[in-house]
């Protein structure tokens, strides 16, 4: 079944971390790029970061830049997104997405909440 879950979302105090893991599952993925999105409460979707295929090119929106990391593994089919020194602005729900097939099915996100 071709499918997207992402998880690793939670609440979390301002300055916090959190790793957000996306798993994907119904075809070999180690040929596309992924990106993460995000959506706040109220607002469109907007651009977080991107990994191509080689995991060698990595870009950031640049609200995040130096405190997001994206990374991923293509022997379990997984892309990570590390979120350090969180901020209340970065409260949304967070969806993987496969950059190479927009047409593959998004997943239900996971939610991030920040506090202040």
């Known amino acids: 079944q071709a499918q997207l879950i992402e998880s690793g979302g939670g609440l979390v105090q301002a300055g916090g971390s959190l790793r957000l893991t996306c798993v994907a599952s119904?075809?070999?993925?180690?040929?596309?790029?992924w990106a993460w999105f995000r959506q706040a409460p109220g607002k469109e979707r907007e651009f977080v970061a991107t990994?191509?295929?080689?995991?060698?090119?990595?870009t950031y929106a640049d609200s995040v830049k130096g405190r997001f990391t994206i990374s991923r593994d293509n022997t379990s089919n997984r892309v990570y997104l590390q979120m350090n020194d969180l901020q209340p602005e970065y409260t949304a729900v967070y969806y993987c997405e496969l950059a190479t097939d927009p047409l593959f099915p998004w997943g239900r996100g996971t939610q991030v909440t920040v506090a202040s």
């Open positions: 990994i191509n295929w080689t995991g060698q090119r990595t």
């Open positions: 119904g075809r070999a993925f180690s040929s596309d790029d």
